[in-house]
T-cell receptor
Framework: ETGVTQSPTHLIKTRGQQVTLRCSSQSGHNTVSWYQQALGQGPQFIFQYYREEENGRGNFPPRFSGLQFPNYSSELNVNALELDDSALYLC????????????????FGEGSWLTVV | AQSVTQPDIHITVSEGASLELRCNYSYGATPYLFWYVQSPGQGLQLLLKYFSGDTLVQGIKGFEAEFKRSQSSFNLRKPSVHWSDAAEYFCAVGANTGNQFYFGTGTSLTVIP
């Protein structure tokens, strides 16, 4: 149990639709990262939020966007869904946005499974 | 560019046998290295991590890993595998700015009785 909770756990959307995934970070953690894990692949970094600001982004198009709220929870929004967006979306939380550091443990949630049909 | 290679897509071992999962990385600076385990339908659980110091790192569940700079490797080992170790294992490099990980494609471990 990592204290990072994600919702919904599973959902099915139609191509072209929009989806919002949610993440509650572990208590005291001010940094949230989102990853996409396609079937049979390792997780790919989407972006990171630190104190409500995006402070890092991977190679994902602008239709992937996010928010972080004052309580440090976060949302991942994906517009104009494509079939290739079908994946497990993982949220990770940590304390401190600048570096992994020796004491900066990062915790992952169990993910949201998105299927686009 | 940062990257992680896990050359073994799938490994099968007998329960009680030793295990070594390979990981090679490419990173321009001193790497932060991690091993994560993922059970079916689950998120990622940290097994161990290396930042500096002793190159042999002990982790949870009896796992250890050795950082070898000359070989750009961070192989995961366990002396005696249990059936409950069957899962997907991911090696990752941590960026030294921000908390971004670069993951390998994973090694699937099957344990036979």
């Amino acid at each position: 149990e990592t204290g990072v909770t994600q919702s919904p756990t599973h959902l099915i959307k139609t191509r072209g639709q929009q989806v919002t995934l949610r993440c509650s970070s572990q208590s005291g953690h001010n940094t949230v990262s989102w990853y996409q894990q396609a079937l049979g692949q390792g997780p790919q970094f989407i972006f990171q939020y630190y104190r409500e600001e995006e402070n890092g982004r991977g190679n994902f198009p602008p239709r992937f966007s996010g928010l972080q709220f004052p309580n440090y929870s976060s949302e991942l929004n994906v517009n104009a869904l494509e079939l290739d967006d079908s994946a497990l979306y993982l949220c990770a939380s940590s304390q401190g946005g600048s570096t992994h550091g020796a004491g900066n443990t990062i915790y992952f949630g169990e993910g949201s499974w998105l299927t686009v049909v | 560019a940062q990257s992680v290679t896990q050359p073994d897509i799938h490994i099968t071992v007998s329960e009680g046998a030793s295990l070594e999962l390979r990981c090679n990385y490419s990173y321009g600076a001193t790497p932060y290295l991690f091993w994560y385990v993922q059970s079916p339908g689950q998120g990622l659980q940290l097994l161990l991590k290396y930042f500096s110091g002793d190159t042999l790192v002990q982790g949870i569940k009896g796992f250890e890993a050795e950082f070898k700079r000359s070989q750009s490797s961070f192989n995961l080992r366990k002396p005696s595998v249990h059936w409950s170790d069957a899962a997907e294992y991911f090696c990752a490099v941590g960026a030294n700015t921000g908390n971004q990980f670069y993951f390998g494609t994973g090694t699937s471990l099957t344990v036979i009785p």
